[in-house]
Each structure stands twice: as structure tokens, then as C-alpha cells.
């Protein structure tokens, strides 16, 4: 993380919500300000691992604390019925059996594919109760972030940090500046989690947290169930900041308590108590504040090929001749011919090929509800393919529990098994060349859904919509417009 | 891990922002389980066009620079995943420098660990060098880590600002997990400490 004054313990001044888990987590500060910090929870995937697992075995060092690692196949696994059979790609096949090895040869507990409580890796944490508030979380994968929801310091690392938490249950960093993203007032109705994400990174730009880790505060915030928190957390990563996080507050031991590996009786209690501590003392100071109403966010989605580009729905199509700096306006050409776009548009006025509910950033229970009580009693337009992909086979099961899978097909979506899918093009859900996407995950760069998919990032409410229209359209309208 | 001291090499203009991981190295090379050979898959999407033939106008298919040892990029370089494979596909196609305005978080950290180094140059001083490295063959830049200087290919001497920890593994080549290991005797009290005051940390295994 990027470098800032050191902190000592005894320091008595108010802290943030980062301070107090970072300072709890300081096994030992180096003579520079480089802090050895202790990580509690360690999740890994197939993807990002096996060079790390090589490391430790070129090194001869083992896996300190297997008990509080996990790994878990989510990544380049299918979605349909074939993953259960042998995975056709030899390369994913080799990927996931290199992981089943080293989870065996270094005792790691591990959650297989034909277990239900497979899943996106950032769905499964918190659902099982493996993600706690206060602890410090890692993965190797950027939207760890997601666990911040829970109030946790949760930050993605790349692969030879992978290595170093499984030799050392420890991390090499200085500690992130500290920044507050207040969104005040209740948000509109048609508006969600995914909105004010969007929005917040349509105002500060992609690098706008950049070496800061982000608390989100504020009504609309507090308001948000976990699964929108998470969301909101979840795209962190593409504000650019380390991490995000909420304060834990009675929503968040609400959701904690009776999970499976959550703290039960006691525990739990003394755990609260703790939980309790960790809020942003009152006259904390952050380097860097920003502030939002609510009330005037719009239904967003991105028309670009980086998230910071993204528009309220009832926007156009930028014309990069007006734009008078010279890189931006080269860089907005690109982008509206990579994306197919006219300058001057109504975005409404966009068909789409492909709609892809899921991701680590929007396939939970309430996501799927949402996008079911759309669906419930209409169609999807004949040319657009529908995906709804379950974060996690214990989603699944929830949502067929509630029937929301038969609404689903009845409606014409495709009702998958749990997975990234669509989100990264390394399994076998990708665009073609040339199709646009409605898609709910986070990332909207060039050739991210599949070389030469065109991606656009809307919340599960827009992605439903645009399924049933066959063309982005505004949700709020939406009732009304049906069978105009 | 390689020791970088300095570099003399040619360098290749990208003047883009926003290079994001997906770009730098698509999610669907992602299926190796090493960390070499990754090279022929750096910036695939501009590289290539879909039958596997290069693209002429992509700068690393033209000369000089298809053995560029630097890139010159603007702001927010690496931005994205947390892929390591970004600094390895770099690393295998022979570069081993990257200047910029500024980058992304986890790609600076990964670069390190890799013996990439990331130099962050403002605005202004990267326009210059983004004029040097489309000299072609006289695009030769130094980058000096010792002295922290990048020498521009009219010797003007360009000093930059580095983590002296960063810094110290870098020029000698260092692994951190070694160092890290010396503090073994911290992480046990850390542990036994904790273990006390949140035994539910302990106890939640699968």
C-alpha cells in the first residue's frame, strides 16, 4: 500500500475504520514504516495459485495456516450441465487439477465443484461466514474488496503475495491512505447498489482512489442491505482503491450470525462486542473526502471501455469533436469505435445481444429477486441471449427454493450453475466479436467479455430490463413502456 | 527473483492511458500454471488480429521495438485485475521498465516482485520521453536504479523517486518471503496473542 506516516499503537487520536483493523493486525513494524501485517483469512482460486504453490515447493516451505486458508474453482470452470463431466479445455483442466493437487499435497480445505457451497470465490466468504468483520482478508484477485461489506480490510494481491500469506500468514506493506465516500440521502426508486458504484467512480475516475482504501458512509449507504454493500465494495478496485469498506453496524451482525463458520454462543457475542469498537472514531481524519447525494443519481450504465466512463441512462453518446483536450478526445474516439456507438446516441437507442446477470459484483439472492420480478410474466426479446449465473450453488438453491428459476426460464433466461461466466472471457460464456452486452459484472475494457465484446456495465434491475426490451432502456419507465 | 541495478534499452511509446490488465494480458491466457512463456500473449487484442497475423500499425510489431526493454505509458497503467501475469507477459517479451504518470496499486506491488520496475514520471517529463522512444532506433533509454536517474537519449539525466525498501530488494535481487521468515518469533506472539482474544479466528476451519 501506498506510504503514509507510521502509526504507533499508543497514538490516542481518533482513528478511521482502516486504522483500527490495520493496527490490530501489526506484528511488527521495519525500520522504514513497512509493517508486517498478519492476515486472518486467506481464500484462493485456481487462476491466480498454482505459481505460488510451485514457489513454496521450489523453496521447500510449507502452508503456514492451512486452517485459515480456502481454495475454492471458480474462474475458467463451465457453467452448464459439461462441468461435471471432464472440463473440454485442456488448459482449465490442467488448472483446476493442479489445484486439487496442491490443495492435497499442502492440505489446504478446499471446496470442489460437485460440493454446493462452489462459488465465486467473493460470494462464498461472506455467505459461509469465513469473511468477519475487523479481519484482514486476502486473495489473489482484485475484487476482494467485496468483503469490505462486512467491515473487514479486504485487498486482492497478486501471485508472489499469494506465496508469501501461505509461507508467512503475512503481508509486506505500508499502510493506505485513508479516503470517505459519503453518499447522503435515500436513493430513487429504479436505483440500486450498482447505481451509486457507478456513479461514485463516474465522479472520481478510475484512478480517483488510487493508494487510498475507501470507506463508504452515509444514509444511502447505511441503508443498503449486504449483498448492495458488497456490490458497492465489490467495484472499489475499479475507483482504483485497494480496498473499500462499510462499517460493521446491526445489519452487518444481522447477517453474520448463524453462519456456518461464524463465531456461535459466546463467541459471538464477545465478537460483537469487538465489532462494535471498530466504526471511524468521531473527528477521524481522512486524506481525501467526497461527497454524493443520492437522491440525484439516475439508472447508470457505461457506454466506454473503462468504468469511469459511464452515463445516467437517459444520457447520449459523447461526440469526441467537442471534446478540446487532445489525449481524451483520441481516447473517447477509440472507445466509441471499439464500442460500434454513434456519437450523439440516446443510449436508450442501443439494441443488445447478450444480457449477463451475475459476477462477483451482482449474483446474490437479492440480485436474482430483482431480476425475477422483472422477468415474472414476460419475455425476453427473441434476438437477445439471457444469462442469470448464481454466485454460488448455496444461491442456487436458494433462488429455485423461492421458485425464481422458473420464473426465469418461463420468461426465456438461462438458468446457469455457479461461476464467474461471462465476467472475464476464460471459461466457456464469452461475447462474440462484435456483440453488446447488458452485463451486470465490473468490467466494461476492450475484449473483457471475449475478444471484441462490447460491454456495458448496468445494475441487475437494467440488465433484466434490457433483456425483456431487446434494448437498454430506462427501469424506472419500464412498466410503463411494456406493451406500448 | 532478478536483480535490476540498470538498464540501457530501447523504448516503445504507448501513449495511452488507462492500460488496463485486459489489455496488457487477456483474461484467456490466463490458463498456464507457470510464469514464463507468456510473452507472445503480451497486448494480444492490439498485437494480433483473429487468424493469429500481426497487426503492422501495433508498435511492438514494428522495429526497433519488438526488443523494447521499456514502454513509455500515461496515467493509471496496470489498472484492473490483480493478475501477476500482467509484469510476467512484460517480463517475457524482454521488458523490464515501465514509466508512467502513474499506475494502479496491485500491478506496482506485482512488478516489483517480478524485477519490473515501474518509474513514475510526471506528466510533462513523460510527454518527453514518449518523444525520445519514437525515435526508433535512437530511442535508447537508461533507466539507473542505483542513482535513480533515467537518462534520456540526449544524456539529460532525469531523477526519480523510489521506496528505499523497494528499492534495496530490487538491486540485490532479494525474495521477501526470506526476509519475512526472519520474523517468524513476532508472528508466533502475534498469533498466541490473538488466539486468546478471538479464538473463533482459530477455530473456523473447513
Known amino acids: ?484 | 527473483m532478478k536483480a535490476f541495478t540498470t538498464l540501457t534499452g530501447i523504448a516503445a511509446p504507448m501513449p495511452m492511458a488507462n492500460v488496463d490488465t485486459d489489455k496488457i494480458i487477456p483474461g484467456r491466457f490466463l490458463k498456464t500454471i507457470q510464469r514464463t512463456g507468456l510473452g507472445k500473449h503480451l497486448f494480444a487484442n492490439m498485437r494480433y488480429e483473429d487468424d493469429g497475423a500481426e497487426k503492422p500499425d501495433f508498435v511492438l510489431n514494428q522495429e526497433p521495438y519488438r526488443k523494447a526493454e521499456i514502454l513509455v505509458a500515461y496515467e493509471n497503467f496496470g489498472c484492473g485485475s490483480s493478475r501477476e501475469h500482467a509484469p510476467w507477459a512484460l517480463l517475457d517479451f524482454g521488458i523490464r521498465c515501465v514509466i508512467a504518470p502513474d499506475f494502479a496499486d496491485i500491478f506496482h506491488n506485482n512488478s516489483f516482485k517480478n524485477g519490473v520496475l515501474p518509474v513514475k514520471l510526471p506528466r510533462e517529463i513523460c510527454e518527453q520521453l514518449m518523444e525520445d522512444a519514437r525515435l526508433g532506433p535512437n530511442s535508447r533509454i537508461t533507466v539507473d536504479l542505483e542513482r535513480q536517474v533515467v537518462v534520456r537519449p540526449n544524456g539529460e539525466e532525469i531523477p526519480f523517486t523510489i521506496d528505499p525498501f523497494r528499492r534495496h530488494l530490487l538491486l540485490n535481487g532479494l525474495d521477501d518471503i526470506g526476509q519475512t521468515m526472519q520474523h517468524a518469533p513476532s508472528i508466533d506472539g502475534f498469533e498466541a496473542k490473538q488466539r486468546a482474544a478471538q479464538p473463533w479466528l482459530y477455530d473456523a476451519a473447513l
Open chain 1, 1 to 484: 500500500m501506498s506510504a503514509t506516516k507510521p502509526r504507533t499503537l499508543s497514538d490516542s487520536s481518533p482513528r478511521t475504520l482502516f486504522d483500527k483493523i490495520w493496527d490490530a493486525h501489526v506484528v511488527e513494524t521495519l525500520p522504514d514504516g513497512t509493517a508486517v501485517l498478519y492476515i486472518d483469512k486467506h481464500l484462493t482460486h485456481e487462476v491466480t495459485s498454482p505459481q505460488a504453490f510451485e514457489g513454496l515447493r521450489l523453496a521447500g516451505r510449507k502452508v503456514r495456516r492451512p486452517d485459515a486458508t480456502l481454495a475454492v474453482v471458480d474462474h475458467n470452470i463451465a457453467t452448464d450441465a459439461s462441468r461435471y463431466g471432464t472440463i473440454e479445455d485442456p488448459e482449465s483442466r490442467t488448472q483446476v487439477e493442479t489445484l486439487e493437487a496442491n490443495v492435497k499435497a499442502f492440505g489446504v480445505p478446499y471446496i470442489p465443484l460437485t460440493d454446493k457451497r462452489q462459488g465465486i470465490v467473493h460470494v462464498i466468504g461472506p455467505e459461509l461466514g469465513l469473511s468477519l468483520p475487523g479481519m484482514t482478508i486476502v486473495c489473489g484477485d482484485s475484487h476482494t474488496s467485496t468483503h469490505g461489506a462486512l467491515g473487514a480490510l479486504a485487498f486482492g494481491i497478486g501471485t508472489s503475495e499469494v506465496e508469501h500469506v501461505l509461507a508467512t500468514q503475512t503481508l509486506l506493506q505500508k499502510p493506505a491512505k485513508n479516503m470517505r465516500v459519503t453518499v447522503d440521502g435515500k436513493l430513487p426508486a429504479g436505483c440500486t447498489a450498482k447505481d451509486i458504484v457507478l456513479a461514485i467512480i463516474g465522479k472520481i475516475g478510475t484512478a480517483g482512489g488510487t493508494g487510498h482504501v475507501i470507506e463508504f458512509a452515509g444514509e444511502a449507504i447505511r441503508a443498503l442491505d449486504m449483498a448492495g454493500r458488497m456490490t458497492v465494495c465489490n467495484m472499489s478496485i475499479e475507483a482504483g482503491a485497494r480496498a473499500g469498506m462499510v462499517a460493521p453496524d446491526q445489519t452487518t451482525f444481522d447477517y453474520v450470525k448463524g453462519r456456518p463458520f461464524a463465531p456461535k454462543g459466546e463467541a459471538y457475542d464477545r465478537a460483537v462486542a469487538w465489532w462494535k469498537t471498530l466504526p471511524s472514531d468521531e473527528g477521524a481524519v481522512f486524506d481525501k473526502e467526497v461527497r454524493l447525494d443520492a437522491a440525484e443519481i439516475i439508472p447508470q450504465m457505461t457506454w466506454g471501455t473503462s468504468p469511469e466512463d459511464v452515463l445516467p441512462v437517459t444520457g447520449v453518446v459523447p461526440n469526441p469533436a467537442e471534446i478540446a483536450d487532445e489525449a481524451r478526445r483520441a481516447q473517447v474516439q477509440r472507445m466509441v469505435e471499439y464500442m460500434g456507438l454513434t456519437p450523439g446516441q440516446k443510449l436508450t437507442d442501443l439494441k443488445v445481444d447478450v444480457v449477463f446477470v451475475g459476477s462477483c459484483t451482482n449474483s446474490r439472492i437479492e440480485d436474482i429477486r430483482v431480476v425475477a420480478d422483472i422477468a415474472k410474466g414476460r419475455k425476453v426479446a427473441p434476438h437477445v441471449r439471457a444469462l442469470v449465473v448464481p454466485g454460488s450453488g448455496l444461491v442456487k438453491e436458494a433462488a429455485e427454493a423461492e421458485g425464481l428459476d422458473k420464473v426465469l426460464l418461463e420468461a426465456g433466461f438461462e438458468w446457469r450453475e455457479a461461476g464467474c461466466s461471462m465476467c472475464l472471457g476464460m471459461n466457456p460464456d464469452k461475447l462474440k466479436p462484435g456483440q453488446r452486452s447488458a452485463s451486470t459484472s465490473n468490467r466494461n475494457f476492450e475484449g473483457r467479455q471475449g475478444p471484441g465484446g462490447r460491454t456495458h456495465l448496468v445494475s441487475p434491475a437494467m440488465a433484466a430490463a434490457a433483456a425483456i426490451a431487446g434494448h437498454f432502456v430506462d427501469v424506472r419507465d419500464f412498466a410503463k413502456q411494456e406493451g406500448v
